[in-house]
């Protein structure tokens, strides 16, 4: 039985995983970690193994927390064994949540040219090829970062909850920044799987993170939304390596 750990820069998301299949997962604040994660293990005693991917440095007390359990830890990084060719130009550079949603591509999507879209605090791409090669993909600022950046970095414009405007054409500030965000972030996914479309050949389009059920329904494309597929990766790289160490 595997724990999952995927550490946020405020949340974590944990996953319990039988083989191939999601017993249980929830998200708590990154200052509850250590009761959280205890918690689990006693619940599920039967957890022998647990991968953890961060998109930043856990602190000192965390990584002696993991270091006392009493259970096999895995700590995800571009030197983790995956099944795919990586022709990333920089992989130390490359996010290891990336990595994750790339192996899941492999797993769940084999011998397909798959595209990943990440819509969290940015929205990123990946993309792999049928033979199993990943090329690289794109990062922009996510839905809730552009409105944070126009309230930022301008006098006046106020910060705004994500939202549809009812017309494209906003005739107020207020409408006219739901319009410029969300429509714009829409039509940029749009546009960018046409691109993708144009020079690969029966593509298969994966949409996932925070703001994936907010999207999904209004994109022009035919995607497949899969919320858990971040952590559905991590367990298929936890569970790549027991059959390949």
Not at 172 to 183: K, N
Request: aromatic residues 8%.
């Amino acid at each position: 039985m595997n724990l999952i750990v995927d550490a946020g820069n405020t949340y974590v998301k944990v996953a319990v995983f039988q083989e191939d299949k999601m017993l249980s997962h929830e998200s708590f604040k990154k200052e509850l970690f250590q009761k959280k994660i205890l918690k689990i293990l006693k619940e599920y005693a039967e957890i022998n193994k647990m991968i953890t991917s961060s998109v930043t440095k856990l602190s000192d007390d965390t990584k002696q927390f993991l270091a006392n359990l009493e259970i096999e830890v895995h700590k995800l990084t571009h030197k983790t064994p995956v099944p795919f060719q990586n022709n990333y130009a920089t992989p130390e550079t490359l996010g290891v949540d990336r990595i994750a949603l790339m192996v899941a591509a492999v797993v769940q999507y084999p011998k397909q040219n798959v595209l990943v879209i990440d819509a969290g605090t940015c929205i990123t791409y990946d993309f792999k090829t049928h033979e199993e090669i990943y090329l690289g993909g794109g990062i922009s600022p996510g839905i809730q970062l552009r409105y944070k950046t126009l309230n930022l970095l301008t006098a006046n414009l106020p910060l705004l909850k994500p939202e549809m405007p009812e017309n494209y054409i906003g005739n107020s500030t207020e409408s006219a920044i739901h319009s410029g965000v969300t429509l714009g972030t829409i039509t940029e996914i749009d546009g960018i799987i046409g691109r993708y479309k144009e020079q690969f050949e029966h593509l298969t389009v994966i949409l996932t993170g925070g703001d994936a059920n907010f999207l999904a329904k209004r994109l022009k494309n035919t995607i497949f939304a899969n919320s858990k597929f971040l952590l559905q990766g991590l367990n298929n790289v936890l569970e790549y390596n027991r059959y390949n160490d």
